[in-house]
């Protein structure tokens, strides 16, 4: 089991994906994101998000991520933070907030 305190070593964030494109040199399908957290900036993920989403529906949409991993390269992309979502039969389900809340805000 994970304890409080590593939970709590985890940065999430709330971020708006502002571009999205097809990444074919990725092992499994994916995207190459972009992603606003306004005063963190802007970071880049690679994301396999691709059985439930089109690019083009991706744009302007909230995400939750992990923006404290080290980056990860991903064929010649580095990624540098973790979309967060929920694992289905179809695909994975994007995590997002049902308000609207500021851009960088954290998580917990």
């Known amino acids: 089991m994970a304890s409080f305190d590593e939970f709590a070593d985890l940065d999430i964030r709330l ?3 502002i571009s999205a494109e097809d990444f ?5 399908p ?6 606003d957290f ?11 998000i691709t059985e439930l989403y089109k690019k083009e529906d991706l744009l302007g949409r909230e995400v939750v ?3 404290n991993f080290p ?5 010649d992309f580095i990624s540098e933070v973790l979309v967060l979502g929920v694992y289905t ?6 995590l997002q907030p049902d308000r609207e809340v500021p851009l960088g ?3 917990g």
Do not use: F, N, T
Not at 38 to 48: D, E, F, M, T
């Open 71 to 75: 980056p990860k390269q991903v064929a």
């Open 15 to 17: 971020g708006r994906i």
């Open 24 to 28: 074919p040199k990725a092992r499994k």
């Open 105 to 107: 805000d954290r998580i």
């Open 30 to 35: 994916a995207y190459k994101l972009a992603i």
């Open 38 to 48: 306004g005063p963190l900036g802007v970071k880049r993920s690679s994301a396999q």
């Open 65 to 67: 991520c992990v923006v």
């Open 89 to 94: 039969q179809g695909g994975v389900v994007l």
